[in-house]
T-cell receptor
Framework: QKEVEQNSGPLSVPEGAIASLNCTYS??????FFWYRQYSGKSPELIMF????GDKEDGRFTAQLNKASQYVSLLIRDSQPSDSATYLC??????????????FGQGTILTVHP | GAGVSQSPSNKVTEKGKDVELRCDPI?????LYWYRQSLGQGLEFLIY????????KSGLPSDRFSAERTGGSVSTLTIQRTQQEDSAVYLC????????????FGPGTRLTVL
């Protein structure tokens, strides 16, 4: 079992729809959860992070965390063609003021079609 | 302010040669990380430095890989006797750590070993 699992997709949604990206992780000691967006040929760009159970909203993005189910998701509302990219879920067992490596999923390819 | 910078952006080398990759973290960030991203392998952790603590080298794939960080800032990743399987994009990230473990990535160095 991989430490961080994502559906590779591709996930295709029409413009204006909600895109739902899912991620599960195996390490129950994980404390910090991140979503990165990566355009083709570019480096990962941090778009959301979440540490506590529940929802966290930032503009069109909502991250959801359920530690009991070891599940984290990203919702993108009013999807735009410019949201088309690979979305990487990353997990760390560091939190607060500590440091540590990120373990990444394989990424989900999202395509938003006009 | 300036983000993470890496050099060179591209490096082509012959099998068996040594290469050095450089990373300049965001000013004031005390933690620096190296990852690599290759086709079919996703993003994998290599090594990280935090302040004056001993680096976490747990992700280095072999003893041909080493890294140093001088003066708590710039880092160099060295790969000795390169092999074709070392071909990948090498990504550097830095983090501040005071509000969590958010890591910000540089543009990467694409290494091709012929």
């Amino acid at each position: 079992q991989k430490e961080v699992e994502q559906n590779s997709g591709p996930l295709s949604v029409p413009e204006g729809a909600i895109a739902s990206l899912n991620c599960t992780y195996s390490d129950r000691g994980s404390q910090s959860f991140f979503w990165y967006r990566q355009y083709s040929g570019k480096s990962p760009e941090l778009i959301m992070f979440i540490y506590s159970n529940g929802d966290k909203e930032d503009g069109r993005f909502t991250a959801q965390l359920n530690k009991a189910s070891q599940y984290v998701s990203l919702l993108i509302r009013d999807s735009q063609p410019s949201d088309s990219a690979t979305y990487l879920c990353a997990v760390s067992n560091a939190g607060g003021t500590s440091y540590g490596k990120l373990t990444f999923g394989q990424g989900t390819i999202l395509t938003v079609h006009p | 302010g300036a983000g993470v910078s890496q050099s060179p952006s591209n490096k082509v080398t012959e099998k068996g040669k040594d290469v050095e990759l450089r990373c300049d973290p965001i000013s004031g960030h005390t933690a620096l990380y190296w990852y690599r991203q290759s086709l079919g392998q996703g993003l994998e952790f290599l090594i990280y430095f935090q302040g004056n603590s001993a680096p976490d080298k747990s992700g280095l794939p072999s003893d041909r890989f080493s890294a140093e960080r001088t003066g708590g800032s710039v880092s160099t990743l060295t790969i000795q006797r390169t092999q074709q399987e070392d071909s990948a994009v090498y990504l550097c990230a830095s983090s501040l750590g005071t509000v969590g473990n958010e890591q910000f990535f540089g543009p990467g160095t694409r290494l091709t070993v012929l």
